[in-house]
């Protein structure tokens, strides 16, 4: 909770000098935070939710999907055996991946050899890195082909093991190409009858792509996957339309996976090396230089333990803060803060692809702006 309170406590360092500097700083046109988003958008058949590694795949022509050692293996023939698809995160990146992994295989296997020099693919849109090694295991050569993707601090490692003599099938690259392009963090977004596979939980399936789940036991109450399935029932829910603001918008596109709507008559402006040191993604509001021009931030943090609202609604108090409500705001659990002495209002929500990670909306001037302010913080939706 420490990196909750110091993000909250430095709002008065990060915003004075830019409030002060709105009015007669260059300003770039409006929308420059817009990007597109790179998360595939697939069918709900056949998703598998990877608790413990929190993100999901779309998988078909499997025999079983199990969970070992922190690695996911969907194996395609028969369980247990080569050849599989393999799925694992690494809560680190590196400065050159294939590199670092090739030195770890070759102190695990002797002979290793590099048959497919690394090199990128684009997958659905998003850049891989991509090796294929071969080596003996138990008198078999074994082609080894490894995909790697990097997202916010984390290495998502998808590869395939198969032994091309052996008359037991073959896995394509397409086949694993298809699971790599399909994952996604944003496991809150789940289809209903998404199978789930953890250390406690395996799933069997056919060559349709339906998964079956066979349970070895409940989930603990301190994993991810019961943090990610929070009981959201009793909460307020705002569903936000254009109509509800009392100012002409634009939808504003974030590459994290949401959308604010914001006035069109607001700027963007340029994010200080103080502010990004304080964790700043984006800074907008009103550069007509009035008295209490309302401006808008976005920050981020890591969420440093905390898995539900109401461990996140202590944080925010405990910063001293006050916590005004826990809401759905269009679907996204939020918590919705106030600070009467800096005149700011904030909604702060896990992010959308992984809960590692914390998002805040800072609307700042909202004594004198609350309607459009308010209108600006409710507008939080996730991109389609």
Not at 59 to 77: H, N, P, R
Not at 243 to 250: I, L, T
């Amino acid at each position: 909770m420490k990196k909750i309170t110091a993000l909250l406590l430095a709002l008065t360092m990060t915003l004075a000098p830019c409030a002060t500097a709105m009015a007669d700083s260059g300003f770039a046109a409006f929308g420059g935070a817009g990007r597109e988003d790179n998360q595939t958008t697939l069918s709900q058949d056949g998703w598998v939710v990877l608790d413990d590694l929190e993100m999901m795949v779309q998988v078909s022509d499997y025999v079983a999907i199990k969970q070992e050692d922190g690695f996911v293996y969907i194996y395609t023939q028969q369980e247990d055996a080569i050849p599989y698809i393999m799925v694992g995160r690494y809560d680190t990146t590196w400065k050159d991946v294939t590199g670092e992994f090739t030195t770890y295989m070759k102190s695990v296997y002797s002979g290793l050899k590099v048959s497919e020099k690394a090199g990128n693919v684009t997958i659905s849109g998003s850049t891989f890195k991509r090796i294929v090694y071969q080596y003996k295991s138990s008198g078999y050569t074994v082609r080894d082909t490894r995909l790697f993707y990097e997202q916010l601090g984390k290495t998502y490692m998808f590869g395939s093991k198969q032994i091309e003599s052996l008359n037991n099938g073959t896995i394509s690259e397409d086949a694993l190409r298809r699971v790599a392009g399909s994952f996604s963090t944003r496991i809150a977004n789940a289809p209903k009858n998404a199978a789930h596979v953890n250390s406690r939980n395996f799933v069997y399936g056919s060559s349709s792509g339906t998964p079956a789940s066979s349970s070895q036991g409940s989930f603990s109450q301190g994993s991810a996957s019961a943090s990610a399935q929070e009981d959201y029932s009793g909460l307020q829910s705002v569903t936000f339309q254009e109509s509800m603001a009392s100012f002409n918008g634009v939808w504003v596109d974030f590459e994290d996976g949401f959308s604010i709507y914001m006035p069109s008559s607001w700027r963007e402006f340029e994010v200080s090396s103080t502010q990004a040191d304080a964790n700043v993604l984006y800074f907008a509001g009103d550069a007509s230089g009035k008295a209490h021009a309302p401006y808008v931030i976005v920050r981020w943090t890591e969420s440093d333990g905390v898995k539900t609202l109401d461990e996140l609604s202590a944080a925010i108090a405990d910063a001293g803060y006050q916590v005004d409500a826990k809401l759905m705001v269009n679907g996204i659990p939020c918590v919705s803060y106030g600070e009467t002495e800096q005149d700011v209002s904030g909604i702060m929500f896990f992010h959308p692809m992984s809960r590692d990670y914390l998002l805040t909306i800072v609307a700042g001037e909202y004594s004198s702006n609350t309607s459009l302010q308010a209108a600006v913080l409710l507008s939080l939706s996730l991109q389609e």
